[in-house]
């Protein structure tokens, strides 16, 4: 059974700094593409962030730029985003995203998300 499970949102005040962490199970998570995207509320849903199965190669939304780091440990199954420098348009739930070969005939696997609040 495939699970994406994220973890580690939460109310920050504006110019502060998360990590969340997605731990997943059920594939072969280093033959995969990890992704996170975001949706906030009455907004369609946007990718952060990207990371290729080995870890070299990462995109990054124009928005999170430079304040955005996403990361893997292909040992432990788990992809990490790291935010700073939070901004109150950072507010949305937080979704993981694989992409491979057996999910990418349905659009990739999500997880449950997790929310993330940024108080001015």
């Known amino acids: 059974q495939v699970q994406l499970v994220e973890s580690g949102g939460g109310l920050v005040q504006a110019g502060g700094s998360l990590r969340l962490s997605c731990a997943a199970s059920?594939?072969?998570?280093?033959?995969?593409?990890m992704s996170w995207y975001r949706q906030a509320p009455g907004k369609e849903r946007e990718l952060v962030a990207r990371i290729t199965y080995t870890g070299v190669v990462t995109n990054y939304a124009d928005s999170v730029k430079g304040r955005a780091t996403i990361s893997r440990d292909n040992g432990k199954n788990t992809v990490l985003l790291e935010l700073n420098s939070l901004k109150p348009e950072d507010t949305a739930v937080y979704y993981c995203h694989a992409l491979g070969i057996r999910s990418i005939a349905t659009g990739g696997w999500w997880g449950q998300g997790t929310q993330v609040t940024v108080s001015s």
């Open positions: 059920g594939f072969t998570f280093s033959t995969y593409t």
